[in-house]
């Protein structure tokens, strides 16, 4: 049974910083395209950012870029999103996804091109 599993939410000043985790298992996902997207009360869900299998390449929305990170570990099936310089606008559900066909990027942000996500962690950030 393939699963993804976000930790790290919590609640944070604006400002500040927060490190999510996503532990995948069932299969490994070190072929596959990674991404991070986030859905904010009364909003759909939008790309955050993702991250090619061997982690040299990524890709980031317009409003996170240069205050989010995304890394990955293969060894340990897990991928991470740093945030930083948190804003109340950052305020959301985030959600881990795997790609599920190795070695593409193409379209990489858009959610209906991943097949696997996991249940999400709420980030609150507070002004």
């Known amino acids: 049974q393939v699963q993804l599993v976000e930790s790290g939410g919590g609640l944070v000043q604006a400002g500040g910083s927060l490190k999510l985790s996503c532990a995948a298992s069932?299969?490994?996902?070190?072929?596959?395209?990674m991404g991070w997207f986030r859905r904010a009360p009364g909003k759909e869900r939008e790309f955050v950012a993702a991250?090619?299998?061997?982690?040299?390449?990524?890709f980031y929305a317009d409003s996170v870029k240069g205050r989010f990170t995304i890394s990955r570990d293969n060894a340990r099936n897990t991928v991470y999103l740093q945030m930083d310089s948190l804003k109340p606008e950052d305020t959301a559900v985030y959600y881990c996804?795997?790609?599920?066909?190795?070695?593409?990027?193409?379209?990489?942000?858009?959610?209906?091109?991943?097949?696997?996500w996991g249940q999400g962690t709420q980030v609150f950030v507070s002004s």
């Open positions: 069932g299969r490994s996902f070190s072929n596959d395209v």
């Open positions: 996804a795997g790609r599920g066909r190795q070695h593409d990027t193409t379209y990489y942000e858009r959610a209906d091109m991943y097949s696997d």
């Open positions: 991250i090619a299998w061997l982690g040299r390449t990524a």
